[in-house]
């Protein structure tokens, strides 16, 4: 973390240190910018999954002046609180508050990769017909005869998105947009050929993970 500054704000995931968010040598200040992160709206897709592993983050304001440690406590993923035990770096706690990430989605057609509000303003744009439907670990946008796809890191993380992108576009009531996702073995049949005509690989479709 280095000993140029005193104050620093951390993200953890899994209780182990990710990377330094701010640092300064001024606590108000950094107080004041702990503050603006953990007062930001949450992600309406947050990450659940780093790697292959579940994830919980956490936000710190650590010190590395020689003070006591107090006593500080997050959230398990049950809503218990648990007294907080990190071991990373030779540093004190000062503040710790849950955090949360947003889940990225790949574009396959861009090579890149975005965020769910960018994948929404694209299902609604134009008002016409489209059909948002589920493969395994991808997400198609169908508009007549044009198949879009994302891909997510797992199959859970794609049933997450499908259920959030379809409960905005209730509550936005759109009507031009049905929604299905792979629920039975012959529909995962169709799908496959009707994908792999339209330019998608065999073996991409198939993953049930990409990691």
Same mark, same amino acid.
């Given at each position: 973390m280095g000993t140029d500054k005193k104050y620093f704000i951390v993200l953890f995931s899994n209780k182990k240190k990710r990377r330094v968010l701010f640092k300064s040598n001024n606590l108000i200040n950094t107080k004041k910018k702990y503050k603006d992160y953990i007062d930001k709206d949450k992600p309406i897709f947050p990450q659940v999954?780093? *790697?292959?592993?579940?994830? &919980?983050?956490?936000? +710190? #304001?650590?010190?590395?002046?020689d003070i006591p440690q107090t006593n500080l406590f997050h959230k398990d993923s049950l809503g218990r609180n648990i007294?907080? @035990?990190?071991? %990373?770096?030779?540093?004190?706690? #000062?503040?710790l508050s849950d955090y %949360?990430?947003?889940?990225?989605?790949?574009?396959? &057609? *861009?090579? @890149?990769f975005i965020y769910i509000d960018e994948l929404y303003r694209r299902i609604k744009r134009g008002g016409e017909f489209k059909q948002?439907?589920?493969?395994?670990?991808?997400?198609?946008?169908? &508009? !007549?005869n044009l198949i879009i796809g994302y891909s997510l890191k797992n199959i859970e993380d794609c049933h997450r998105l499908f259920s959030i992108l379809r409960k905005? %576009?209730?509550?936005?009531?759109?009507?031009?947009?049905?929604?299905?996702? !792979?629920f039975?073995? +012959?529909?995962?049949? !169709?799908?496959?050929?009707?994908?792999? &005509? *339209?330019g998608f690989p065999k073996e991409s479709l198939y993953r049930h993970y990409s990691y």
């Open positions: 999954f780093r *790697n292959k592993d579940k994830v &919980k983050y956490d936000i +710190a #304001l650590v010190t590395t002046l007294k907080a @035990e990190f071991t %990373s770096g030779p540093y004190t706690f #000062l503040e %949360s990430v947003e889940e990225k989605i790949w574009d396959i &057609k *861009n090579n @890149e948002v439907f589920t493969l395994n670990t991808k997400i198609f946008i169908q &508009k !007549d905005m %576009s209730l509550d936005d009531g759109l009507g031009n947009l049905m929604y299905v996702i !792979d039975s073995t +012959a529909q995962r049949k !169709d799908l496959y050929v009707l994908l792999q &005509k *339209n």
